[in-house]
């Protein structure tokens, strides 16, 4: 489910990210759209001032319960994000069919997302690196 419009342009692809997770980082280097490799795809550090990252935080995204993918000027949040990313992903390539058979159904993304995330705080706590709202009301 799509959240706000931003003020983005509506062709633009973005994805933001925590680049303090060594998983998020990879993952999104390893996202593809269907019709061009992952360098079509803006990634944005969520612990940055990016515009966008202002706009998904306005828009009431809290960034540590999930990225968020900027798409046809819409914001998609945690497995909204998951899910979109995978039904825009190319049908070839091992990765790509992978993660649309594990993510283009919704049911799946919602089911799956909470295990993710909580991977993440699991490796963040072990790697000793904060949260992303902790980092931001320390600024």
Known sequence: MAKKKTTSPDDEFALIYDQQCPVCSAYSAAVEVEGGPASGVRRIDARSDDVLVRQAVEAGLD?????????????????????????????????????????????ASRISYPVLRAGRNTLLRLLGRSKISAGKSAR
Not at 81 to 93: E, H, S, W
């Open 63 to 107: 960034l540590d319960d999930g990225m968020v993918l900027v798409h046809d000027g819409k914001l998609y949040h945690g497995a909204d994000a998951l899910n979109r990313m995978a039904l825009l992903a190319p049908k070839t390539g091992f990765r790509n069919r992978l993660n649309r058979l594990l993510f283009s159904n919704p049911t």
